[in-house]
């Protein structure tokens, strides 16, 4: 009797966590995807100010430079959002985001791309790092 009830509660516990641990999953996933909505939304904000001071005639092509590859990432979130809309969705994004990987074409905004090829202050290249330090040297 005892060997029975052991075999009956012990699936009953595989099942809670598993499905705790997808929890935790998509708890995880959904804090990533709010963490790039709000770098996406700063960025953007960023690239609206930087353009209205270009047309006041206070910015530096730097700065212009900075605001091309933020719109750059906004027309390719445009992009991927037409996507979202048509069937099978979840099976096209991917497939477009692996082609273009392999053609070394980023269809990702910065924001979503992964860390080791993201435009993070922490993991630009030396071109964006001199762009940044020219922003930082501006009086």
Not at 18 to 37: D, P, V, W
Not at 102 to 130: C, R, W, Y
């Amino acid at each position: 009797m005892k060997l029975l009830r052991h075999m009956h509660r012990a699936p009953i516990r595989v099942l809670r966590l598993q499905r705790r641990k997808s929890m935790i999953k998509i708890r995880f996933s959904m804090i990533r995807l709010q963490q790039a909505l709000s770098q996406e939304k700063d960025e953007t904000k960023q690239m609206l100010r930087i353009y209205h001071n270009y047309v006041m005639g206070n910015s530096s092509k730097a700065e212009l430079k900075i605001a091309n590859q933020q719109l750059g990432d906004v027309l390719r979130a445009t992009g991927l959002s037409i996507f979202a809309i048509l069937p099978f969705a979840p099976i096209t994004i991917p497939v477009i985001v692996k082609l273009g990987r392999k053609l070394g074409i980023e269809v990702m905004p910065s924001a979503f791309a992964p860390k080791d090829k993201s435009l993070h202050p922490q993991l630009m290249n030396d071109t964006q790092t001199e762009i940044v330090d020219d922003l930082s040297k501006k009086p």
